[in-house]
């Protein structure tokens, strides 16, 4: 059974810092892995969706890496903006389209 | 619409009732998915619909939960004889391909 685990579960950081999000999946056989934000009482804006075949993919200032034998993800965020504070997802794609979710790391971008 | 949109975003209701609840997805979007996110936990598949072909339940927890699509569009998800421990949100997604575009959710609390 897949299993997708997000470390850390909670990030604080001030403006201005680089970091990086760390997602972890226990079956390498997926389809793809994606990137979501969630905002309090919103739903799910996808940022970032990597094919198995690839290694990375980018967006503005964010970059998110995959390497599928090791079973990890990271989303890097450049330069971080209060705006950044959100929870951030990880779902990987085990085929016939169910996503399996991590639990998500809550980031609070301090001014 | 421009996303997707669910009804009621918040529902209160006795336990032992039962709740219907709404989504609207993205006009043309073949693919319409129902999640449930409780407290503390990731998010966990329900259902999954797909043209017209027939749906993948694999995911609903009891035979207390049903959903339909009609007309390939407006999709409901009923749950009856409710419990307190059906408390949570219930999001809805449609795709056309393999991005999911997500709905605000309906907060579901079973007193």
């Known amino acids: 059974k897949q299993e997708v685990t997000q470390i850390p579960a909670a990030l604080s950081v001030p403006e201005g810092e680089n970091l990086v999000l760390n997602c972890s999946f226990t079956?390498?056989?997926?389809?793809?892995l994606q990137w979501f934000r969630q905002d309090p009482g919103k739903g799910l804006t996808s940022l970032l969706l990597?094919?198995?075949?690839?290694r990375e993919q980018t967006s503005g200032r964010l970059n998110a890496s995959l390497d599928k034998s090791s079973g990890r993800s990271t989303l890097y965020i450049a330069a971080s903006q209060p705006g950044d504070s959100a929870t951030y997802l990880c779902?990987?794609?085990?085929?016939?389209?169910?996503?399996?979710f991590g639990t998500g790391t809550r980031l609070l971008v301090s001014p | 619409g421009a996303g997707v949109s669910q009804s009621p975003s918040n529902k209160v209701t006795e336990k032992g009732k039962d709740v219907e609840l709404r989504c609207d997805p993205i006009?043309?979007?073949?693919?319409l998915y129902w999640y449930r996110q409780s407290l503390g936990q990731g998010l966990e598949f329900l259902i999954y619909?797909?043209?017209?072909?027939?749906?993948?339940k694999s995911g609903l927890p009891s035979d207390r939960f049903s959903a339909e699509r009609t007309g390939g569009s407006v999709s409901t998800l009923t749950i009856q004889r409710t419990q307190q421990e059906d408390s949570a949100v219930y999001l809805c997604?449609?795709?056309?391909?393999?991005?999911?575009?997500f709905g605000s959710g309906t907060q579901l609390s079973v007193l």
């Open positions: 997604a449609s795709s056309l391909r393999e991005k999911l575009f």
């Open positions: 079956d390498s056989a997926i389809y793809n």
């Open positions: 990597i094919q198995s075949s690839q």
């Open positions: 779902a990987v794609n085990t085929g016939f389209q169910k996503l399996v």
């Open positions: 006009s043309g979007h073949t693919a």
């Open positions: 619909f797909q043209g017209n072909s027939a749906p993948d």
